[in-house]
């Protein structure tokens, strides 16, 4: 069964650093979005995307954010400055067309970022 | 704007009880709503969603929910809890059907005792 994959699954930055986290959606779907977790917390939805422009997103994505489709397969979140504040699991998703009238958005194991 | 609340972080059945995990939603429009589990050290899964029609709705596992529009409720629920339904179960709620944001609730851990 096809399954969104994220890479890496922990990565440990300190504060001020970039990091890019990366995804591998499912091949046909259309839809791809960010989402993070903050330990202890809710699942917060960050960005979606789609036909390579960002759909909708959410106050936490500021400026320090961004997302790239660089090829026909990844989908990046880039972090330009890392804080401590944004040590959490981040999670991928992906949904597409042909799946009935509401999409399912299908979910990567995540990425535990870790910023010190 | 979209809410949705889980009544109860943890909740602890004995194997071959009865499960109930709650979840009431607030939405300005009618909702698509939906349940996922996450297994330690994996994504999250879906379970069942509730889209258009049928309010009872079936999902993977065993797992069902009702949609009770009068009570702004989408409560999950399995006859018999089994060892391997122990998980964090999230639900969530969206506006659209396609390319919409998923809003979550804070999640329910559920143990099972043997």
């Known amino acids: 069964e096809p399954e969104v994959t994220q890479t890496p699954s922990h990565q440990v930055t300190q504060m001020g650093q970039e990091v890019i986290l990366r995804c591998v959606p499912i091949?046909?779907?259309?839809?791809f979005y960010w989402y993070r977790q903050i330990l202890g917390q809710k699942v917060e939805f960050l960005v979606s995307?789609?036909?390579?422009?960002?759909?909708?997103k959410s106050e936490i994505f500021d400026d320090q954010f961004s997302v790239e489709r660089p090829d026909g397969s990844n989908f990046t979140l880039k972090i330009r400055s890392t804080k401590l504040e944004d040590s959490a699991m981040y999670f991928c998703a992906s949904s597409g067309p042909g799946q009935g009238i509401v999409e399912t958005q299908y979910f990567g194991p995540g990425t535990r970022l870790l910023v010190l | 704007a979209q809410s949705v609340t889980q009544l109860g972080s943890h909740v602890s059945v004995s194997e071959g009880a009865l499960v109930l995990l709650r979840c009431n939603y607030s939405s300005s429009v009618p909702p698509y709503l939906f349940w996922y589990v996450q297994y330690p050290n994996q994504g999250l899964q879906l379970l069942l969603k509730?889209?258009?029609?049928?309010?009872l709705v079936k999902g993977i596992n065993g797992f069902e929910a009702e949609f009770k529009k009068s009570e702004t409720s989408f409560h999950l629920t399995k006859p018999s809890a089994h060892m391997s339904d122990a998980a964090e179960y999230f639900c969530?709620?969206?506006?659209?059907?396609?390319?919409?944001?998923?809003?979550f609730g804070g999640g329910t851990r559920l143990m099972v005792k043997p």
């Open positions: 509730y889209t258009t029609g049928a309010t």
């Open positions: 091949s046909n779907h259309l839809y």
């Open positions: 969530a709620v969206s506006l659209n059907n396609a390319g919409n944001m998923l809003t």
């Open positions: 995307f789609y036909n390579n422009e960002i759909s909708e």
